[in-house]
């Protein structure tokens, strides 16, 4: 597969994340950037609510049937907005005059970050090497199988047997239709959905974002484009830690949520762009698909509208009346009663851990040298004075900016570097998990960033003849600093190393993949296959259609039958009842792909580690080491 492939089916990724979100957004009055941020937003929230509806009414995942609920979906939104809450949305970026500003930053970021994330990936087709990686791929795999994208259903891959929980798959249920409309395979569609996050999401997010705590003006539009693809930690290093493609959506989608945050509670540098009830439910909206794609994306921008609350809970205070007083007072209460519900409900664990000494961890939230990468002591200067600069502001903008990077710094502080049980408490909800949490830091920093560019750019301008130069100079300036110390050569050495199938690789190796290609040539469609899934025979689901006894790593509830298969498969010529539960699964091949397992483990299923000597099987094929066997004694 070409890169060409992967741009058409990029196109396709970027329709659904645009389009019926533009159209609804147009038609509820948005306008100009809050109308291009929120899109991706408004279009998660009416595609995957299709997710959980159209299997209801018995209907399949196809991009038909969801565009189509979309498209239901987003006309009863607009006849809400539009007749019930009559709802007017104003464009205070309108008042900067012209839009080129944002056009370029917009751009700069996206090529910055495209090419990035292509040098990361390699080839189209390449996927992550990683023990995650099982889950989503499959997951996909299971979505087009069954027609179900419902996220009470997916589950199931890891339950087969057992009820559907809720599990929120707004990544998966769009890669899956990002493949469907591309025709293409599934690791391709998903680089190609994620490249479109990278490019659209993420930069039009954190414009909008920026523009709240910084103001719309030139200077900080373009500083924005700029520093906005300075951090490694965010959202490139998510497409290869874990991997948590998921939580890469999610936190894509946070710097958008957060401007309506800030934007409702009065703490932003724009005025409202409609009034409180339309914002509400706006919110809602967005939360919703921020929700769906990561709860964990969620709870971070929660914890950081904490301090923001807070600000508009007090600013005023003494001046206004006991009515608005106890509205406030109600509004916050509902508020952190939602946020401690949801820290005691979703709390994972602490399943990682201190990752480095408190002093590596101090200096790395200082320095923003987030994760190990790179040096960029420029960009934590400027992050510094913004700090200074919103503080000396005395105003409930500069507070609330101020509070949210406190609470994101304290966050990864905590999460990377201290073991103290009580602090590290509120981290559950992120698995104690210091590489999420990075994540979460530059979402603060850079507002805070651009509005030290804004104010070096004016202290240097007002003895210029021409303020555009001292503007360029130092626009140039920093963006050749802050990308060249962001510390991207460390990250991509390892995103290639990951991505690239090799003899080695931990997941699949080059033999098991062309083996894998030739499974639908000798597996029928009805027959399913066994094998470790720690070695990646799993795989045979994502990449031949081919159903497996595991279908992920780490499985749940999954019968007595696969129980009964797994561990006595080779007992088949003897064991009457092997065969039976066999024959109700369909189990008739064994992949072997040795025993390298993806995290370097040593797993044993009984059932298939005498595949030669138990006289129950035959050898069908074999690339290098990794060889497919037929079951025979169940003929």
Same mark, same amino acid.
């Given at each position: 597969?070409?890169?060409?492939?992967?741009?058409?089916?990029?196109?396709?990724?970027?329709?659904?994340?645009?389009?019926?979100? $533009?159209?609804?957004?147009?038609?509820?009055?948005?306008?100009?950037?809050?109308?291009?941020?929120?899109?991706?937003?408004?279009?998660?929230?009416?595609?995957?609510?299709?997710?959980?509806?159209?299997?209801?009414?018995?209907?399949?995942?196809?991009?038909?049937?969801?565009?189509?609920?979309?498209?239901?979906?987003? =006309?009863?939104?607009?006849?809400?907005?539009?007749?019930?809450? !009559?709802?007017?949305?104003?464009?205070?970026?309108?008042?900067?005059?012209?839009?080129?500003?944002?056009?370029?930053?917009?751009?700069?970021?996206?090529?910055?970050?495209?090419?990035?994330?292509?040098?990361?990936?390699?080839?189209?087709?390449?996927?992550?090497?990683?023990?995650?990686?099982?889950?989503?791929?499959?997951?996909?795999?299971?979505? &087009?199988?069954? &027609?179900?994208?419902?996220?009470?259903?997916?589950?199931?891959?890891?339950?087969?047997?057992?009820?559907?929980?809720?599990?929120?798959?707004?990544?998966?249920?769009?890669?899956?239709?990002?493949?469907?409309?591309?025709?293409?395979?599934?690791?391709?569609?998903?680089?190609?959905?994620?490249?479109?996050?990278?490019?659209?999401?993420?930069?039009?997010?954190?414009?909008?974002?920026? @523009?709240?705590?910084?103001?719309?003006?030139?200077?900080?539009?373009?500083?924005?484009?700029?520093?906005?693809?300075?951090?490694?930690?965010?959202?490139?290093?998510?497409?290869?830690?874990?991997?948590?493609?998921?939580?890469?959506?999610?936190?894509?989608?946070?710097?958008?949520?957060?401007?309506?945050?800030?934007?409702?509670?009065?703490?932003?540098?724009?005025?409202?762009?409609?009034?409180?009830?339309?914002?509400?439910?706006?919110?809602?909206?967005?939360?919703?698909?921020?929700?769906?794609?990561?709860?964990?994306?969620?709870?971070?921008?929660?914890?950081?509208?904490?301090?923001?609350?807070?600000?508009?809970?007090?600013?005023?205070?003494?001046?206004?009346?006991?009515?608005?007083?106890?509205?406030?007072?109600?509004?916050?209460?509902?508020?952190?009663?939602?946020?401690?519900?949801?820290?005691?409900?979703?709390?994972? &664990?602490?399943?990682?851990?201190? !990752?480095?000494?408190?002093?590596?961890?101090?200096?790395?939230?200082?320095?923003?040298?987030?994760?190990?990468?790179?040096?960029?002591?420029?960009?934590?200067?400027?992050?510094?004075?913004?700090?200074?600069?919103?503080?000396?502001?005395?105003?409930?903008?500069?507070?609330?900016?101020?509070?949210?990077?406190?609470? =994101?710094?304290?966050?990864?502080?905590?999460?990377?570097?201290?073991?103290?049980?009580?602090?590290?408490?509120?981290?559950?909800?992120?698995?104690?998990?210091?590489?999420?949490?990075?994540?979460?830091?530059?979402?603060?920093?850079?507002?805070?960033?651009?509005?030290?560019?804004?104010?070096?750019?004016?202290?240097?301008?007002?003895?210029?003849?021409?303020?555009?130069?001292?503007?360029?100079?130092?626009?140039?300036?920093?963006?050749?600093?802050? $990308?060249?110390?962001?510390?991207?050569?460390?990250?991509?050495?390892?995103?290639?190393?990951?991505?690239?199938? +090799?003899?080695?690789?931990?997941?699949?190796?080059?033999?098991?993949? +062309?083996?894998?290609? !030739?499974?639908?040539?000798?597996?029928?469609?009805?027959?399913?296959?066994?094998?470790?899934?720690?070695? &990646?025979?799993?795989?045979?689901?994502?990449?031949?259609? @081919?159903?497996?006894?595991?279908?992920?790593?780490?499985?749940?509830?999954?019968? +007595?039958?696969?129980?009964?298969?797994?561990?006595?498969?080779?007992?088949? +010529?003897?064991?009457?009842?092997?065969?039976?539960?066999?024959?109700?699964?369909?189990?008739?091949?064994?992949?072997?792909?040795?025993?390298?397992?993806?995290?370097?483990?040593?797993?044993?299923?009984?059932?298939?580690?005498?595949?030669?000597?138990?006289?129950?099987?035959?050898?069908?094929?074999?690339?290098?080491?990794? !060889?497919?066997?037929?079951?025979?004694?169940?003929?």
């Amino acid at each position: 597969m070409t890169w060409l492939t992967a741009v058409l089916a990029a196109l396709a990724a970027a329709a659904l994340l645009l389009v019926p979100g $533009l159209l609804t957004g147009w038609c509820i009055g948005l306008r100009r950037l809050w109308l291009w941020a929120l899109a991706p937003a408004v279009s998660v929230t009416l595609l995957c609510a299709g997710s959980v509806v159209l299997p209801l009414l018995g209907l399949s995942w196809t991009p038909l049937w969801a565009l189509l609920f979309a498209a239901v979906f987003g =006309a009863l939104v607009v006849l809400l907005f539009r007749f019930v809450l !009559r709802a007017r949305f104003a464009a205070p970026e309108a008042e900067s005059g012209r839009r080129w500003p944002t056009v370029v930053a917009w751009a700069f970021c996206a090529v910055m970050l495209l090419g990035i994330t292509v040098s990361g990936i390699g080839a189209p087709s390449n996927f992550s090497q990683t023990f995650d990686n099982v889950f989503h791929l499959n997951a996909i795999a299971l979505i &087009g199988d069954t &027609g179900n994208a419902s996220p009470f259903e997916i589950a199931r891959l890891t339950s087969p047997d057992g009820g559907g929980e809720f599990y929120p798959n707004g990544w998966h249920a769009l890669v899956q239709l990002t493949q469907q409309l591309s025709g293409g395979s599934i690791p391709l569609a998903i680089n190609a959905f994620n490249l479109a996050v990278v490019a659209i999401v993420w930069p039009l997010g954190m414009l909008l974002l920026s @523009r709240q705590v910084a103001g719309s003006s030139r200077t900080a539009t373009l500083a924005t484009g700029v520093l906005a693809a300075a951090f490694p930690a965010v959202p490139v290093n998510l497409l290869h830690y874990g991997v948590l493609y998921p939580f890469f959506f999610g936190m894509a989608l946070a710097p958008a949520t957060l401007a309506v945050v800030l934007n409702l509670l009065g703490t932003s540098r724009e005025r409202r762009v409609s009034t409180i009830a339309p914002l509400i439910v706006l919110l809602a909206g967005v939360a919703f698909a921020i929700s769906i794609a990561h709860p964990g994306a969620m709870l971070a921008v929660l914890a950081v509208t904490v301090p923001v609350a807070t600000v508009a809970l007090c600013a005023g205070w003494r001046g206004i009346g006991t009515r608005r007083r106890l509205w406030r007072a109600a509004g916050y209460a509902v508020f952190f009663a939602i946020g401690l519900a949801m820290l005691i409900g979703l709390r994972q &664990g602490d399943w990682w851990g201190a !990752r480095m000494s408190p002093a590596e961890a101090a200096w790395q939230t200082v320095s923003l040298s987030l994760w190990g990468y790179g040096m960029p002591l420029l960009t934590a200067a400027l992050m510094v004075l913004g700090i200074v600069l919103a503080v000396r502001r005395r105003d409930r903008v500069g507070a609330a900016a101020v509070g949210m990077w406190l609470v =994101a710094a304290v966050l990864f502080f905590v999460t990377a570097g201290l073991s103290n049980y009580w602090l590290r408490l509120p981290t559950w909800v992120w698995y104690g998990d210091a590489p999420r949490l990075a994540a979460l830091y530059p979402i603060v920093v850079v507002p805070l960033a651009v509005l030290a560019v804004r104010w070096l750019v004016d202290l240097v301008s007002r003895r210029a003849p021409r303020a555009w130069v001292p503007e360029a100079v130092v626009l140039l300036v920093v963006s050749a600093v802050a $990308l060249s110390t962001a510390g991207y050569p460390e990250l991509l050495r390892g995103m290639r190393d990951g991505y690239t199938a +090799k003899a080695d690789s931990a997941l699949l190796s080059t033999d098991e993949l +062309k083996l894998l290609e !030739r499974l639908p040539q000798e597996v029928g469609e009805d027959e399913v296959i066994a094998g470790n899934p720690w070695t &990646g025979t799993s795989l045979a689901f994502a990449f031949a259609e @081919r159903r497996v006894v595991l279908p992920h790593i780490l499985m749940n509830e999954v019968g +007595k039958d696969r129980s009964l298969v797994m561990e006595h498969l080779d007992d088949a +010529k003897s064991d009457p009842a092997v065969c039976d539960a066999a024959d109700r699964l369909g189990v008739r091949f064994v992949l072997d792909f040795g025993d390298r397992e993806v995290h370097g483990g040593d797993h044993d299923y009984a059932g298939i580690d005498n595949l030669e000597d138990s006289g129950a099987f035959e050898l069908v094929d074999q690339q290098g080491d990794a !060889r497919l066997f037929r079951l025979t004694a169940c003929d």
